[in-house]
């Protein structure tokens, strides 16, 4: 049974910053690329960052570049996201993808910034 379990999402004040977790489990990890997507409230699913399966190549959203810090531990079977000088409009639930023909989702971590 193939688990992404999201942690580390907070409440923090703008200009903070976070560290999001996914684990993963029932699944050869590396085979995956890996993204991270973030929903706010009455909004659609956004790409925030992926990364490729070896952690080689790594893209971000033009409203996350700077900030942002994706990464992956393949012998964890982990993938990070690195949030910095966070924005209240950041503000969302974070989700893991894991793709490799098949596609699997988290269940999401929430992200809050405001002052």
């Known amino acids: 049974q193939v688990q992404l379990v999201e942690s580390g999402g907070g409440s923090v004040q703008p200009g903070g910053s976070l560290r999001l977790s996914c684990a993963a489990s029932?699944?050869?990890?590396?085979?995956?690329?890996m993204s991270w997507y973030r929903q706010a409230p009455g909004q659609e699913r956004e790409l925030v960052a992926d990364?490729?399966?070896?952690?080689?190549?790594?893209n971000y959203a033009d409203s996350v570049k700077g900030r942002f810090t994706i990464s992956r531990d393949n012998a964890k079977n982990t993938m990070y996201l690195q949030m910095n000088n966070l924005k209240p409009e950041d503000t969302a639930v974070y989700y893991c993808?894991?793709?490799?023909?098949?596609?699997?989702w988290g269940q999401g971590t929430q992200v809050t910034v405001s002052s």
């Open positions: 990364i490729t399966r070896a952690g080689g190549t790594t």
């Open positions: 029932g699944l050869t990890f590396s085979r995956y690329a």
């Open positions: 993808k894991a793709r490799y023909g098949t596609v699997y």
